[in-house]
């Protein structure tokens, strides 16, 4: 028997779904400006490159970076929310607390990152070409995020129940992340491929909340409604 939802569940797993889906169509919209404009590396630790390799995008590309982080900001708010949303699916609340606290920190210092990238990216397109990028620092705020990342969705991974099918899978589509993203850390050429599973990690995810949401309201709410 379907347990009846509560308003208050229902506008958190409303809300865990549009997060969910925008934070896909995100990870999309990523993959076509990486096709668009190779030669932008915004993720220092994507591939080995030098300080002048990596600065002269932000430069030479600064209108792409721009639209990069922009993107890249609604991508930071739509997945802490499907976060914030996933917590509620979870069995386990000191795990899911613990992955929700990871994933918040690495919204923090995703935002870090993209601020220090636009700074120099509109610098360049408004005013003159930047002579230096914190490089070392970047590349400290992205392994540090991938860091807090890996650790919120295992620890959700390991949190969420697997009595369905769907839910079975996005455990596996988060297992897959993990190990893709550590894989990374030793080769970096490899950090491209976590795109993959975070995008099939959250279609599940949306799936989840959308199947929760079919669950009828409570008695009382239903007459309320149709009062």
């Known amino acids: 028997m379907t347990t009846p939802l509560t308003p208050a569940d229902r506008a958190l797993y409303r809300a865990g779904l549009i997060g969910a889906l925008v934070t896909f169509a995100c990870a999309v919209a990523f993959q076509v400006l990486a096709a668009l404009h190779a030669d932008v590396h915004l993720q220092p630790t994507d591939v080995p490159l030098s300080s ?3 600065l002269r995008p932000l430069n030479d590309s600064a209108d792409a970076v721009l639209s990069w982080m922009a993107f890249d900001t609604l991508f930071v708010v739509a ?3 499907a976060f914030t949303a996933a917590r509620a699916l979870t069995v ?3 795990l899911g607390v613990f992955s929700l606290a990871a994933m918040v920190a690495a919204g923090a210092l995703d935002m870090v990152e993209n601020a220090v990238l636009a700074v120099h990216a509109a610098q360049a ?3 003159e070409p930047v002579a230096a ?4 620092a970047l590349y400290v705020i992205a392994q540090l995020k991938a860091a807090a990342a890996t650790t919120g969705i295992a620890f959700l991974a390991l949190a969420l129940p ?3 099918r ?3 899978a996005a455990i596996a589509a988060a297992g897959v992340f993990v190990l893709v993203t550590v894989a990374g850390v030793a080769r970096p050429e490899l950090a491209p491929l976590e795109a993959l599973p975070i995008l099939l990690f959250m279609g599940l995810l949306a799936g989840v909340f959308a199947r929760n949401l079919r669950a009828p309201a409570p008695a009382s709410a ?3 409604g149709a009062a």
């Open 162 to 164: 697997a009595h369905t």
């Open 92 to 94: 386990s609340r000191p």
């Open 166 to 168: 769907l839910l079975r």
């Open 125 to 127: 397109s408004a005013v």
């Open 222 to 224: 239903s007459l309320a």
């Open 52 to 54: 002048g390799a990596f």
């Open 79 to 81: 997945y802490l929310t």
């Open 133 to 136: 990028v914190p490089v070392t």
